[in-house]
Every structure is written in C-alpha cells, then in structure tokens.
C-alpha cells in the first residue's frame, strides 16, 4: 500500500488515553514520502480529522470532493500521532493543495517550527 502525504485513511487508533482521539477514524498522513514508503521504518504520522468545528488555526476545514471525505471536516493537527502502518484499514484519496498547505503551517506552529506563532514560555 502506497500511503502518500495528503492521502487520506482510515485508521483505527484505538486503544487511547485521556483526551486523545479514539476509534475508527479518517487521518492524514503527513509524514514524508520517502520515509513513508521505505520499508525499514513501520511507523507513519497521521492528523485525525473531525466533523466537529475547531476554532483556530491548529484546525484547518476540509472540505469534501477528492479526499473521500463526504462532509465537510476539520483537521486536529493539535492531535498528531505517529502509528503503526499496519492500524491503515482503507484508503480514501488525496487533499487539495491549499488543505494541506494549511495543514502544514499549522504543523509548523504546533511544532514550533519556522517563524509561525511563538507563545511565552
């Protein structure tokens, strides 16, 4: 299976703990796509996305078309998680370019990353 950044899944992200996202969900991937497709490493970052709005940054919309997703939807890119490739139970297909521009400067503040938001410590 060929998991490329921006493709959308459905993951099961089951078992969870305190405030983080459970069950069989749809997520993005957004790891590398070299790292991704490289058999040596298991492991692939995904955003879990939501039909629940989100207020901020850190939840860009989604909107749906050739993503898969049937409504629109909201990415929790405050809920980035790394996960076995093995818990990717389907592939829907791909975001646009402008989501998952969005996407990657919420990565970039949540992360720290690059000139974005900076919070007092």
Same mark, same amino acid.
Request: aromatic fraction near 4%.
């Given at each position: 299976? #060929?998991? @490329? @950044? ?8 089951? *078992? ?8 069989? @969900?749809?997520? /993005? =991937?957004? $790891?590398? %796509?070299? =790292?991704?497709?490289?058999? @040596?490493? *298991?492991?692939?970052?995904?955003? %879990? /996305?939501?039909?629940? %709005? ?5 939840? %860009? ?5 050739? !993503?898969?997703? !049937?409504?629109? +939807? ?7 998680? +790394? /996960?076995?490739?093995?818990?990717? #139970? #389907? ?6 370019? $402008? ?8 990565? $970039? ?10 919070? *007092?410590?």
């Amino acid at each position: 299976m #060929r998991l @490329r @950044r921006g493709t959308v899944v459905v993951v099961d992200l089951d *078992p969870t703990v305190g405030h983080e996202q459970r069950g069989m @969900r749809p997520c /993005i =991937i957004v $790891s590398d %796509p070299n =790292i991704t497709a490289d058999q @040596r490493f *298991p492991l692939v970052c995904v955003v %879990p /996305i939501t039909g629940t %709005p989100g207020e901020g940054l850190l939840y %860009p919309p989604l909107l749906p078309g050739k !993503s898969g997703l !049937s409504k629109e +939807s909201f990415a929790l890119v405050d809920q980035l998680r +790394s /996960i076995d490739k093995r818990r990717v #139970r #389907r592939v829907f297909g791909d975001l646009e370019v $402008s989501e998952m521009a969005a996407i990657d400067e919420a990565l $970039s503040v949540f992360l720290g990353l690059g000139d974005g938001l900076h919070f *007092p410590a």
